[in-house]
């Protein structure tokens, strides 16, 4: 098959989530198992030329090779992608960034025609890329390039819908009949999310219980009504993760590598994470891990509730992350008041959170809602025991057997799981016997990517 892979952003080019990685792990995987796959994205001031080998293809395209012979295609436009950040300030999102959008996602498809890439598959990720859908299931509907083209649009997060005014439909270029409660129109607003939903053949996203959550009132985010009325074309298939990234074994940032058959160098990988956050150097101390976006979605609401009662206990909590400057300031404050507690590091870094996985006895990622979760399969693979809120992806990957589950939103509930989790730690038999269970987990790429090619076969039957 012939599959193009619309997304806004692309690992290593541009990232500011976890839809960057899967749209750079799916192409690989698919590639390996024999499809014939391309990437589009827009070329970001951040997509620079000597790091990533990038070649021009003509005026106002460029292109780089990752895998075998995937080609990832950057569309080019100075005055709307040579800009610091992905899709906006600190202050909001970017005011153009509907004309930024609807310009990668036709000049994508044109692109198409230019290289005479006929996808059997046009494969768009969240609200960015859903004009590309709405485009070819209507300017393009009686174009004979795109007839046998069928779309998958994946969901990574309801939440992010692509609203914007409805006095900027006219920038679409579509007539103003789309603008209607059963196509683009959304409480009076345009909705690209929904529209990509309208008009794409298969729906899914990134976990099975996250696809049945979303056709729910309380996840839906407004559109569970729109999914109810196509459940037949719902689905749900789990991430994977990059075991070439993400491996003990073979992990040249960690202090030692280590395996499920010798966890020697875990114990090295917690000193060095002790010693890097000027912890006290105590084996016998439970090590919690937080990787994460500081926002009430990841559970920091809990945190925030609970943090002096967590604080008291006999543990370490090391954070590593950014986001709402309320949750700065709080942990900030507490980062002082018990520095032997708690080590704090407000940005992204990607070696520390390296270390983090293979230091940490324990992974805390306690969110409202997860449509999938990296961080507790990344966790797993280090032996790191997961301890989350029983929701989307995370109830998909984490039970008794390979961690702690909270199933009832509230501070008493996580605090009483908290309690549990260090316990467990204490007993050192048992809990290298949960340890070497949990790194046996396999979340490859390897297993979903063969799920997509028959959801991908599922849609070529759609008429």
Wanted: aromatic fraction near 12%.
């Amino acid at each position: 098959m012939k599959i193009l892979i619309c997304a806004s952003e692309v690992v290593p080019f541009a990232k500011t989530g976890g839809l960057a990685d899967v749209a750079a792990a799916l192409p690989l995987a698919l590639e390996q198992q024999g499809q014939d796959v391309v990437i589009a994205m827009p070329r970001y001031k951040c997509v620079s030329e000597k790091k990533f080998n990038i070649k021009s293809l003509k005026k106002g395209v460029s292109y780089s090779i990752t895998g075998k012979n995937i080609k990832t295609y950057f569309l080019e436009n100075e005055a709307y992608f040579n800009r610091d950040n992905l899709y906006g300030e600190k202050t909001g999102d970017y005011s153009d960034n509907l004309d930024r959008f609807s310009y990668f996602c036709a000049r994508t498809l044109e692109l198409m025609k230019e290289i005479n890439f006929k996808p059997d598959i046009l494969h768009c990720h969240d609200w960015q890329s859903c004009l590309a859908i709405i485009y070819l299931k209507t300017k393009y509907a009686k174009d004979p390039f795109f007839k046998d083209t069928k779309a998958i649009l994946t969901i990574h997060n309801i939440g992010y819908q692509g609203l914007f005014p409805r006095d900027q439909f006219p920038q679409l270029g579509l007539d103003w009949s789309y603008f209607n409660i059963e196509q683009l129109e959304f409480y009076g607003q345009i909705s690209l999310l929904k529209g990509g939903m309208v008009f794409a053949d298969i729906i899914n996203t990134v976990s099975p219980t996250y696809a049945k959550e979303i056709q729910t009132k309380d996840f839906g985010f407004g559109l569970e009504g729109v999914l109810n009325k196509r459940k037949k074309d719902v689905f749900g298939i789990l991430n994977g993760i990059d075991y070439n990234i993400w491996n003990p074994q073979a992990d040249k940032v960690i202090a030692r590598a280590f395996s499920a058959d010798d966890l020697n160098g875990k114990a090295v990988d917690k000193e060095d994470l002790q010693k890097l956050c000027k912890f006290p150097l105590r084996k016998d101390v439970a090590l919690i891990g937080v990787i994460s976006r500081l926002a009430e979605q990841k559970g920091f609401d809990l945190i925030a509730q609970d943090i002096e009662e967590i604080c008291k206990m006999d543990l370490q909590l090391v954070l590593l992350g950014t986001g709402d400057m309320k949750y700065h300031l709080l942990l900030e404050g507490i980062a002082k008041r018990y520095p032997k507690v708690v080590s704090l590091y407000l940005k992204f870094d990607d070696e520390l959170a390296h270390k983090i996985y293979a230091g940490s006895d324990i992974f805390l990622m306690p969110s409202r809602y997860e449509p999938c979760g990296l961080g507790q399969l990344i966790a797993l693979r280090y032996g790191t025991i997961p301890l989350v809120f029983k929701t989307g992806g995370l109830a998909d990957t984490v039970s008794k057997d390979n961690g702690f589950i909270f199933s009832q939103y509230n501070k008493k509930e996580l605090l009483k799981t908290i309690k549990e989790a260090v316990k467990a730690f204490g007993n050192a038999k048992e809990w290298g016997g949960l340890v070497k269970k949990a790194m046996a987990y396999d979340f490859s790429w390897e297993g979903s990517a063969a799920k997509y090619i028959a959801l991908y076969e599922k849609a070529k039957t759609k008429k």
